[in-house]
T-cell receptor, first 112, second 116 residues
Framework: GENVEQHPSTLSVQEGDSAVIKCTYS??????FPWYKQELGKRPQLIID???NVGEKKDQRIAVTLNKTAKHFSLHITETQPEDSAVYFC???????????WGAGTKLIIKP | GAVVSQHPSWVICKSGTSVKIECRSL??????MFWYRQFPKQSLMLMAT?????????EQGVEKDKFLINHASLTLSTLTVTSAHPEDSSFYIC????????????FGPGTRLTVL
């Protein structure tokens, strides 16, 4: 079955710098890759997603890139702000299978 | 749009009792709902997939007789933790997918269950 690995587990960056979180997946049939942000004690919130027919997607300070050949996708956050501090999860799902396979999460710490 | 509610937000119960958690999609019809369990500082663990009008599909290792799931309508799914024990204490989160063919899952706010 599908397996998603996420790195790093913790990422500390200076406010204003960029943050990059990477995920790899094992099932080449996976075609949907969302990223969720979860603050402590709260629900995961979708921040951006990408489908396999697109290589890159951007929404203001957040972007996601997908390399289907290498089976990895990355989250890029530019000009980081204190409110970006949270745990970020990547996930993958396949055709006709709406279950999400989750990465282990990355705790992002923005240093003032 | 795409709001999912969950009730209760937290519950404390005695060992041996049953607890029911409701998950509702407020502004869309959810053909599929998912139930997750999340331990502190860990990722989401899928417990079961629930389709309206049919039996839930449980993940390996999840006891279907202990975690009863009912998806009676397109806007409501319930999870009942039967004969709860302290090891069932956890954060339970539901998510819902609409029926428009997208894969996006929208999450409820979660329920913190503490079993004494």
């Amino acid at each position: 079955g599908e397996n998603v690995e996420q790195h790093p587990s913790t990422l500390s960056v200076q406010e204003g710098d960029s943050a990059v979180i990477k995920c790899t997946y094992s099932d080449s049939a996976s075609n949907y890759f969302p990223w969720y942000k979860q603050e402590l004690g709260k629900r995961p919130q979708l921040i951006i997603d990408i489908r396999s027919n697109v290589g890159e997607k951007k929404d203001q300070r957040i972007a996601v890139t997908l390399n289907k050949t290498a089976k990895h996708f990355s989250l890029h956050i530019t000009e980081t702000q204190p409110e970006d501090s949270a745990v970020y999860f990547c996930a993958a799902s396949g055709v006709g299978n709406y279950q999400l396979i989750w990465g282990a999460g990355t705790k992002l710490i923005i240093k003032p | 749009g795409a709001v999912v509610s969950q009730h209760p937000s937290w519950v404390i119960c005695k060992s041996g009792t049953s607890v029911k958690i409701e998950c509702r999609s407020l502004d869309f019809q959810a053909t599929t709902m998912f139930w997750y369990r999340q331990f502190p500082k860990q990722s989401l663990m899928l417990m079961a997939t629930s389709n309206e009008g049919s039996k839930a599909t449980y993940e390996q290792g999840v006891e279907k007789d202990k975690f009863l799931i009912n998806h009676a309508s397109l806007t409501l799914s319930t999870l009942t933790v039967t004969s709860a024990h302290p090891e069932d204490s956890s954060f339970y989160i539901c998510s819902a997918r609409d029926g428009t063919g997208t894969d996006t899952q929208y999450f409820g706010p979660g329920t913190r269950l503490t079993v004494l």
